[in-house]
């Protein structure tokens, strides 16, 4: 049990929910209004899927890591994203909730992909849990 507790602890990923529900694990960004998720699938492949605020509902910071599923549709893949930034509310290990109305970002540490800094409307947050984001296009 605390072997897998350790394993859980050390794989640190991300689940992106769409508004359609969908919901893929991997690696999060966001700079300029497009989110990027690496994520690997079953087979073996490692995609970037790239999204749009209007697509995007929630991004939860979690230690999922596994997508069970075959990989999106070749149209999910190489869809455009939406123009304007990300904007919604962020979640912290902490209360209270921080409303961000100019933008969202998450940042990767080049050097550990597992580390990230998210900054509402320029300002660094630590221990954020969640973004809800807000659909305004």
Do not use: H
Not at 1 to 25: G, I, P, Y
Not at 37 to 43: K, P
Not at 76 to 88: A, C, D, H, I, K
Not at 96 to 106: F, H, L, R
């Amino acid at each position: 049990m605390l072997l897998f507790l350790l394993v859980v602890s050390a794989a640190e990923a991300d689940t992106v929910t769409a508004r359609d529900s969908s919901s893929w694990n991997g690696r999060v960004s966001i700079a300029d209004g497009v989110l990027t998720l690496v994520a690997s699938f079953r087979n073996g492949k490692v995609i970037m899927l790239t999204f749009g605020t209007y697509y995007v509902r929630s991004i939860q910071f979690n230690p999922m890591v596994y997508n069970p599923g075959s990989e999106p549709p070749a149209s999910l893949q190489s869809q455009q994203p939406g123009l304007g930034p990300f904007r919604g509310t962020i979640y912290m290990q902490k209360p209270p909730s921080q409303s961000c109305e100019k933008s969202i970002t998450v940042d990767r540490v080049p050097s550990d992909s597992s580390r990230f800094t998210v900054s509402c409307d320029g300002k660094p947050i630590p221990g954020v849990i969640r973004i809800m984001v807000n659909n305004t296009q």
